[in-house]
């Protein structure tokens, strides 16, 4: 568990065996590559004191490395560029390993009977099965024909893990799996606009409810394609936006379709074509005039939806509010929302605790609450005359 807990930290550090060993130099501590890697393989557990220098070059608290989250992600697919090599690729699976991890414990404290809610895997062969595939998904999910407000809210709300991955968004576009067999997982990029999220979201949702194994890696990808386009906007509403056939659409027309389904307009064009509307030589003309605008990467219009993750941030909420965690573990789960000192202040006001409770902490959990409860009563004994006076007491030592 150390082994692989030391391995993570130096992935989400963004750090090379050669970097790590380089950065605890500086630290005066003399380890070589193969003395790391060595540890990182589980052949020796590194002394106490090295730990804690390897907790300051990777800016995680020493604790990290002894903490077992219990938790095994399957992954499924993954979505990149070229450009995107193998380190990166670990890097982005372990930098969102404890955010999966938090999630699943806090949903086995407050939801101990959730059930994900997607199909099993439907067989699909073919584009006709993908859209098939598609329509059973909103079926179950009672999602009817109109558009999805948020993809990412829909996911969460079936037990479904969304993670963002704070990295350059040319790079990656999505990844999928299963945790602990179970838990459907998709990540994305956090930059990226929110059509393409939406896109990318719906697109790994394909690959996790699709079995299309036996097919080759670039032909699951142009079915997971077909699926979240048909997801997101089914067919019965394409033809009834646009017509059952068309031998133009304007620019303009898919602009406005874009802001109504948050659907991109390239994305639009592909559908009108997928479902015969138009011809392949007025896709081909439209896709051309896409590159010679520009609007391959940025679109004139943007969509402006709410596919932030919230479930995590929600449910830690709950857990403070409900004292079933603390100010600090909250502060574990979700870092960039409870900071130390002023932001668990900020984020836990009305937080309670007893003595008792705060006698069964660890001293240095103990010491935070004490110190966040002397910090936020000095303003009153420093203006109320009644709480600082203490004349009692003095005129009974005359």
């Keep these: 568990m150390i082994a692989e807990r030391l391995r993570q930290a130096r992935l989400v550090a963004g750090m090379t065996q050669a970097k790590a060993v380089e950065k605890l130099s500086s630290y005066g501590i003399s380890l070589t590559k193969a003395g790391l890697s060595k540890y990182e393989r589980g052949g020796s557990i590194p002394p106490p004191a090295l730990m804690l220098k390897m907790a300051k070059v ?50 086995g404290k407050l939801y101990s009977n959730c059930d994900p809610g997607f199909p099993g895997p439907i067989k699909v062969n073919n584009e006709e099965d993908a859209e098939r595939a598609s329509c059973l998904l909103r079926k179950k999910w009672e999602l009817g024909d109109a558009p999805i407000g948020s993809v990412t809210q829909t996911i969460e709300s079936r037990c479904g893990i969304v993670c963002e991955y704070d990295g350059d968004n040319d790079e990656f576009d999505g990844l999928s799996g299963l945790a602990n067999g179970r838990f459907p997982v998709m990540v994305t990029a956090s930059g990226m606009p929110d059509d393409r999220k939406r896109f990318n979201l719906a697109h790994e949702i394909g690959h996790l409810v699709m079995d299309c194994e036996s097919l080759k890696d670039k032909e699951q990808e142009l079915l997971a394609h077909r699926f979240a386009g048909a997801f997101l906007v089914p067919a019965k509403v394409v033809r009834a936006e646009l017509g059952r056939k068309r031998k133009h659409i304007s620019f303009d ?50 969509y402006f939806g709410n596919e932030k993750p919230a479930m995590l941030k929600q449910m830690t909420l709950r857990a403070l509010a409900e004292h079933i965690i603390t100010p600090e573990k909250a502060e574990s789960l979700c870092p960039l929302e409870f900071k130390e000192q002023t932001g668990v202040r900020e984020k836990t006001e009305g937080f309670r605790v007893t003595a008792e409770e705060i006698l069964n902490l660890p001293q240095a959990e103990r010491k935070k609450i004490l110190k966040y409860a002397a910090e936020i009563l000095k303003d009153d004994y420093e203006q109320d005359s009644e709480l600082n006076a203490f004349e009692a007491f003095q005129d009974e030592e005359q």
């Design 58 to 107: 990777y800016e995680v608290k020493s604790r990290y490395f002894l903490y077992d989250p219990s938790v095994s992600v399957t992954w499924f697919a993954f979505r990149k560029h070229a450009a995107l090599a193998q380190r990166k690729q670990e890097r982005v699976k372990a930098l969102v390993s404890d955010t999966i991890a938090g999630q699943l414990w806090l949903m």
């Design 253 to 302: 027309e898919l602009a406005e379709l874009k802001k109504k389904h948050g659907l991109s307009m390239q994305a639009w064009l592909r559908r009108a074509f997928d479902l015969s509307i138009i011809s392949h030589n007025l896709f081909q003309t439209l896709c051309i005039e896409f590159s010679k605008k520009g609007w391959r990467k940025r679109e004139p219009v943007e």
